[in-house]
């Protein structure tokens, strides 16, 4: 059972999910407001990223219980956020994962080790059965993280994402219990 205000951290060495805090809206908005990331998300991210917007996700998430939505912290830095949606109704049972990272942080296993500690939350301390996302056709690197991290692909939904205009493919991925 997890406790209700406590302060969840998920860790793995130099890397702790944790919640996020009153002081990570600057670096939160400065790591955030940069368009590489915008082109992976969802559109619901704004752009470009300010402090109030910052300040606006960082109480949200103040709300929520379970805790799901977690700081990435790598070397004790801020450097990304990760986060499960619950999906409701005949999907209770499942989550939607989500995440980015920093760019002055790529290419170091961030995301690997990310996904791997809120994967195993999700299905062990939340009691999901799955957990799924979608990815957009050009983010391989998104792509080879899932799989790194046992994630099977489950198809291409065909030219079902419109992003910066354009039309493409989203890849469904996700992990069961």
Known sequence: M???????QLIHDKIILRPLHDSDREELAWLAN?????????????HPYTIDNAIFFINL??????????????????CGVIGLTGQHDVYKKTAEIGYWIGEPFWNKGIATVAVN????????QLDLARIHTGVFEYNTSSMKV?????????????????KNGQTWNEHRYSKTK
């Open 117 to 124: 500690l809120i994967t195993d939350y999700g299905l062990n």
């Open 146 to 162: 899932l799989e790194k991290c046992g994630y099977k692909k489950e198809g291409v939904f065909e030219k079902a994402i419109i």
């Open 34 to 46: 940069n368009k590489k990331i915008w082109d992976n998300l969802r559109d619901l991210m704004p």
């Open 61 to 78: 998430t103040k709300q929520e219980y379970p805790q799901m939505i977690f700081a990435i912290e790598y070397n004790g830095q801020f």
């Open 2 to 8: 997890i406790a209700k205000n406590s302060a969840m």
